[in-house]
């Protein structure tokens, strides 16, 4: 083969793999344009949680709509499947898991612990239809103090945890959600539920009624 011709040769392989590659960086960019993951508004019933100070830890129950077999897991924990940050479901619809205030990934601002636990439903990839929820358990001791009898002196009044628990977006590299896509629920009495009722803007039913049945605080 003389030079010339190697070189003809050459060039058109070169332009075929410049040409290849630029459809595969376009359609990477189009799905990267198109996929978003988001707060999940459905796919689930409810999730509970209770704030247990004396165990520090949360306490999670989690019902889903329909059987699930993917997995659910702290923000963080997925490489290393600590048991208490990671849960395999090999079937069923409703799991409960029991997060240590010192592990699993959780963030503490002087008594407040927070976590962002992910359903994620298949078990190597997050997909749309994956939910988050960011839980967080106040345990701050003393807020008043109070009179028990007139001939005794006040004695401090030691409340129970305040437990929060709003929507984030299971995708690790998505940008925090503002506030008012987040749906704060609050409980006062150290436990608190989340249903897609508390999502807000609240969907609407036929007829144009909300359905709200829930008597939870919550924060706007």
């Known amino acids: 083969?003389?030079?010339s011709l190697f070189l003809l040769f050459a060039t058109c392989i070169l332009t075929q793999f410049q040409v290849v590659l630029s459809d595969q960086e376009m359609w990477s960019?189009?799905?990267t344009n198109e996929i978003e993951i988001g707060p999940a508004d459905s796919g689930y019933k409810e999730v509970h949680l209770r704030c247990?100070?004396?165990?520090?830890?949360?306490q999670v129950n989690i019902e889903l709509d329909e059987d699930f077999s993917g997995v659910i897991y702290t923000r963080g924990s997925y490489a290393s499947k600590d048991k208490d940050c990671f849960l395999h479901a090999k079937a069923g619809r409703k799991f409960r898991m029991k997060i240590p205030f010192d592990k699993c990934g959780t963030k503490r601002e002087g008594d407040i612990f927070k976590t962002v636990l992910i359903v994620q439903y298949d078990e190597f990839l997050i997909m749309p239809g994956d939910a988050a929820f960011e839980l967080e358990c106040n345990v701050g001791p003393i807020v008043a103090e109070v009179t028990?009898?007139?001939?005794i002196s006040t004695q401090p009044q030691v409340r129970k945890p305040i437990s929060k628990i709003s929507l984030a977006d299971a995708d690790p590299s998505g940008k925090p959600l503002p506030r008012h896509r987040q749906s704060v629920v609050t409980g006062e009495e150290g436990e608190v539920s989340f249903t897609p009722d508390d999502v807000r803007p609240r969907k609407k039913k036929k007829g144009g009624k909300e359905h709200n049945t829930k008597t939870v605080k919550i924060e706007l």
Not at 148 to 151: I, M, N, P
């Open 29 to 31: 960019k189009d799905m």
């Open 1 to 3: 083969m003389n030079l």
């Open 52 to 58: 247990i100070e004396q165990k520090r830890l949360f």
């Open 148 to 151: 028990v009898d007139s001939a």
